[in-house]
């Protein structure tokens, strides 16, 4: 079992930034491919960023590309989501995932443990 839990989202104006962590717990990181996903009101769960177990691998959702940078610390069971020129659109509940097969892992229903979540809210 892995336990995850998010911090460092809040409210934030358009073209302001967010660093989002997430802790983890219970079995190292190291076995998993990482990623971050997110839901907005209204809206299915979607995938925003995902990392691979040597972190030397990443791919982003087109809507995020250029914005932001998923990185992790193996050593620290550590992973961290840095936003930045944030959008109203990005506002959204964030998740911290952990998926065992990195090549899948643009798919939100292949991961298999998941944090609760951290708001982030960009005001226009």
């Known amino acids: 079992q892995v336990q995850l839990v998010e911090s460092g989202g809040g409210l934030v104006q358009a073209g302001g930034s967010l660093r989002l962590s997430c802790a983890a717990s219970?079995?190292?990181?190291?076995?998993?491919?990482m990623g971050w996903l997110r839901q907005a009101p209204g809206k299915e769960r979607e995938f925003v960023a995902t990392?691979?177990?040597?972190?030397?691998?990443?791919i982003y959702a087109d809507s995020v590309k250029g914005r932001f940078a998923i990185s992790r610390d193996n050593a620290k069971n550590m992973v961290y989501l840095q936003m930045n020129s944030l959008k109203p659109e990005d506002t959204a509940i964030y998740y911290c995932?952990?998926?065992?097969?990195?090549?899948?892992?643009?798919?939100?229903?292949?991961?298999?443990?998941w944090g609760q979540g951290t708001q982030v809210t960009v005001s226009s």
């Open positions: 219970g079995r190292a990181i190291s076995n998993y491919a």
């Open positions: 995932a952990a998926d065992r097969d990195y090549l899948i892992a643009q798919n939100p229903v292949s991961y298999d443990y």
């Open positions: 990392i691979s177990v040597s972190g030397d691998n990443t």
